[in-house]
């Protein structure tokens, strides 16, 4: 499976993004999947997964202003990023669990396929 995350960019504190991550090679239609992002010199952080029966969890810091979706037909997850704020800022990578496992995780070590980072910057 190949993830290819975009949609990031550079947008103004309040502003909205959404991201998208395309997969290829497979369907992940059932697999558990999610977003995590890594600001600079701080660790990757949890920000929202999905399960393949569309259970969402989100991390405290981006609940009520992102929501995490996925479109089976196009093979794609999307993060719809609103209230941005600055410290919103960093790179986003999309993340794909294995087949075995159809739930989303808020543990980074839990996913098999990584996305490559898209950038958001947000400025106050």
């Known amino acids: 499976v190949q993830l290819q995350a975009s949609g990031g960019g550079l947008v103004q504190a309040g502003g909205s993004l959404r991201l998208s991550c395309a997969a290829s090679?497979?369907?992940?239609?059932?697999?558990?999947m999610g977003w995590f992002r890594q600001a600079l010199g701080k660790e990757r952080e949890f920000v929202s997964a999905?399960?393949?029966?569309?259970?969402?969890t989100y991390a405290d810091s981006v609940k009520g202003r992102f929501t995490i979706s996925r479109d089976v037909a196009k093979n794609t997850v999307y993060l719809q990023m609103n209230s941005l704020k600055p410290e919103d800022t960093a790179a986003y990578y999309c993340?794909?669990?294995?087949?075995?496992?159809?739930?989303?995780?808020?543990?980074?070590?839990?996913?098999?396929?990584w996305g490559q980072g898209t950038q958001v910057t947000v400025s106050s």
């Open positions: 993340a794909g669990r294995s087949r075995r496992y159809s739930s989303g995780s808020y543990r980074s070590d839990e996913y098999a396929y």
């Open positions: 090679g497979r369907t992940i239609s059932t697999y558990g």
């Open positions: 999905i399960s393949w029966g569309g259970i969402t």
